[in-house]
Every structure is written in structure tokens, then in C-alpha cells.
């Protein structure tokens, strides 16, 4: 490629160094030869002259991977790479255990199967699980009893209720009488029809207190009953749950001694510690299942960037695994310890990422892209174009036939590419791939 006059020179770099260095460099270069196919020039060991341009063969070009590409402005992301490993989510690890006493009759599950939500892992021979079953339908029974009083007491304050309301109206009815007389007892109405109605009156209040007494106790005796109704099914569901008893299910038919432990969600086995014939207590760890569908990764920081990870612009994480070079994982930070480990001087960091694949297993260790920020567009390279040697970073730029050496100033730096700042411009073709074996060819002159 070539360049307007006094826009992009030959692009070479100052070196500042000293006698020493120089004599020193030059006698710890070490002399490569590259031998190329007859017919296509050769490019021989010599001197280690980064800054003379290099020309390469086909042939060469073909053994070392070569490979050239026009650069352009993309989006790039600052980060922060850490090592970190994979747990399971606390809520998505569970210990299986039983809670009754018996002889374990069967496991069916190893470790490594998969577990679905549901499924029996262990059935248990329980004299106990038998007794609590008769426990279960016995109170059944008596709630069902407590319910046929619940409703005859009911009807019986509905029948108070209903005494009630009539003695009312015979109170109003006999009081308007009382009224009545009471206005005309001057024009020769006899007395005793006053008196009769006034003893009417407080009969019927007297009748009407009665049935409020009794309307009130029917209500009582009614909540009462109810009350009692609502502790039996709490007990029988207290005790179905401790049973694995299904809800729903007909007591009636399933009289038996065997316990069935069932799988509460979805995942692997990881852990078995009983197999039949076993004597199994309340409370005591059989399996282990742990869902792997989704996990954490813990992450070490370093106490130097916690302050860079704190302040960060993105919750996004990339995971990689040395097992698969092809799986490219994504997660997001969920928070940073509160506490350092005293010795190794870091927070771990805890990651929340989906593994839909189970590429991620328990313990293993994973590469971390923390991604800081993002720079909407930036000039930038691979990183593989880049070649460091100590404060210098370039890159080798096609000219024509030749590749020559161009220093640069390098910006935010991600997991694939490096932010160019000063050095190069959009469209240069710049070697991607085969950069560091330049730096090795001896610099030729192309031939005429």
C-alpha cells in the first residue's frame, strides 16, 4: 500500500537507547533462518532490525499464518480479566433427607442421573410412616365429623336467628297495641286491656332475651367447632407434609409402610451416601441433587481493583472454560463480598450466569471478562496484530510487498481487540495473524 507525501511515512520508531543497551541487545539477538520454496526468494537469518521492512514469500507467508486485514472503528469495551469457579446456586443445591425412621428398600437414582421435579429417589420401609398415615385418616374422619357439627350447629343459629327476629316483631306489634289503649283509656276503655298488653309487652321481651341467649350461643358453639375443624386439617397437613403425603390424595389407598422421598426440583446427583438395606433416621442426608441450569461464579479481585470493579458501567461478564475453547459464556455481577481473605488479600466476586448446556460444572475453573465500560467507537486492531516488547507496542502494516513495523499507542484493551489511539488510521492492512514471527524473518529487498 503507498502513501501520499508527508501523510504516512515509512513509519519508524525512535529508539532511545544507550551504548550499553545497544551492545547488550546485540549480543543476546538470537540469528533465526527461515528457509523458503525454491523459485520464491528466500528470507535468511540476520540482524534483529525491527524497524527495516520484511518481505515475505508465499511459501513463508503459508507456514507462519499470515494474514492481513483493513482495520475500521467498532465498539469496545473496557475490562478486567480474573480467574474464578463454578458453584451452584445455594437455593438450587438440596440435600435430600428423610423424616422418618426405616430401612431404606430402594434407590433409584446414581450419582450423575438427572433428576426431574416429582420423581421417587427413596422409598423407606417405615412402621412409623405407617402409623402416621393411620394418624392422618383417623383425623380425617374426625374433621369430617367436626363438619356435620359445624353444620348442625350452624343451622341452629340460623333458627335462633330467625326467634329472634320474630319475638321482635311481637314486641312491636304488642307495644303499638299498648299505645293504642293507652290514648283511649279515658273514653271508658277497661283497665285491664292496658294491663293485658303491658304484660304482653314484657313477655315478649323476656322471650325475645332468650332467643338473643340462644342465637349468641349457637354462634359460639359454631366458631368453636370451626375452630377445632381448622386445627385438625392443620394437624393432618402437618402431617402429610412430614410424610410426602400428596394432598390430594386418597388417604384410604395408601395404608401401606412404604416412605417415597420425591425430588423437589429438577437437576443432577451429585452426592449419594445410603443404598438399600440401610438404616436410615429422621433428618439424615441420602442424596444430594444440585440443578446446574443456572450457577455462580466466584471470582477472586484483587484488593487493588476492587474500586475499578465497584464503580464499573456494566453488570456484564464473559466466561470461558479451558475444557471447551469454543464455549463463550455470558453472566452479570450479583454483588462483591463485604470481606477480604486476610491472607491472599481479595474479595470474591460473586457472578450469576445461565448454563443452558451444562458446560459449566461444579469446581471448575473459569476465565472472567469483566466488562468496566463501553466506548461506543474506537480505532482498533486484534490483539493479535500487536506485538509488546517491554514499553513498545506495534504492529506490522502492508505497504506494496513489504510489511512494515509501525509503532502505536494503545487505548482500552478487551478480550479481543486494543484501542489504537495514535499511529494508525481507518482502512490501514494491518497483520493480524503471524505478527510475532515478522519480528524473527531477516529484512530483504524485494527482488526485481
Known sequence: MSYPSGKHPKRTVRWGLSLAGLVLFSSVATVHWVHAHEGHGEEEAGEFDLDAPRIVSSQTAKHIGLQVAEIDTQPLEEILELTGWVEPLPDQHRDVVGRVAGEVTEVTKQVGDEVKAGEVLVRIDSPEFARNLYEVRKIEVDYQKLQLEIERSGAKAEQAGAEVEIAKIEIAYAQAELDRFRSIEGEGVAQK??????????????????????????????????????????????????????????????????????????????????????????????????????????????????????????????????????????????????????????????????????????????????????????????????????????????????????????????????????????????????AYSLTHLKPKKAKK
Open 193 to 434: 286491656e292496658v294491663a293485658r298488653w303491658e304484660t304482653e309487652v314484657a313477655r315478649d321481651r323476656g322471650k325475645l332475651r332468650l332467643d338473643e341467649i340462644a342465637l349468641t350461643t349457637a354462634v359460639r358453639e359454631t366458631e368453636a367447632l370451626q375452630g377445632q375443624a381448622k386445627a385438625l386439617r392443620l394437624s393432618r397437613q402437618a402431617l402429610m407434609v412430614l410424610n410426602n403425603i400428596d394432598p390430594g390424595a386418597d388417604v384410604d389407598q395408601q395404608l401401606t409402610s412404604t416412605y417415597e422421598i420425591r425430588a423437589e426440583n429438577n437437576g443432577v446427583v451429585v452426592s449419594r451416601s445410603v443404598r438399600p438395606g440401610q438404616w436410615a433416621e429422621p433428618g439424615q442426608v441420602l442424596l444430594e441433587v444440585a440443578d446446574y441450569s443456572r450457577v455462580r461464579v466466584v471470582g477472586e479481585l484483587p484488593e487493588s481493583l476492587i474500586h475499578r470493579v465497584r464503580d464499573r458501567q456494566s453488570d456484564k461478564v464473559r466466561l470461558r472454560v479451558a475444557a471447551d475453547r469454543e464455549f463463550l459464556g455470558e453472566g452479570a455481577i450479583r454483588y462483591i463480598a463485604p470481606q477480604l481473605d486476610p491472607v491472599k488479600r481479595t474479595a470474591h466476586l460473586f457472578i450469576d450466569a445461565p448454563n443452558p448446556g451444562g458446560t459449566l460444572r461444579g469446581n471448575m475453573w473459569v476465565d472472567l471478562t469483566i466488562v468496566l465500560r463501553e466506548v461506543k467507537q474506537a480505532l482498533v486492531v486484534p490483539r493479535s496484530a500487536v506485538v509488546i516488547m517491554g514499553p513498545m507496542h506495534f504492529v506490522f502494516v502492508k505497504n506494496g510487498e513489504e510489511y512494515v513495523k509501525q509503532d502505536i499507542v494503545p487505548g482500552v484493551t478487551d478480550d479481543q481487540f486494543v484501542e489504537v489511539l495514535d499511529g494508525l488510521v481507518p482502512r490501514d492492512p494491518v497483520v493480524v495473524q503471524g
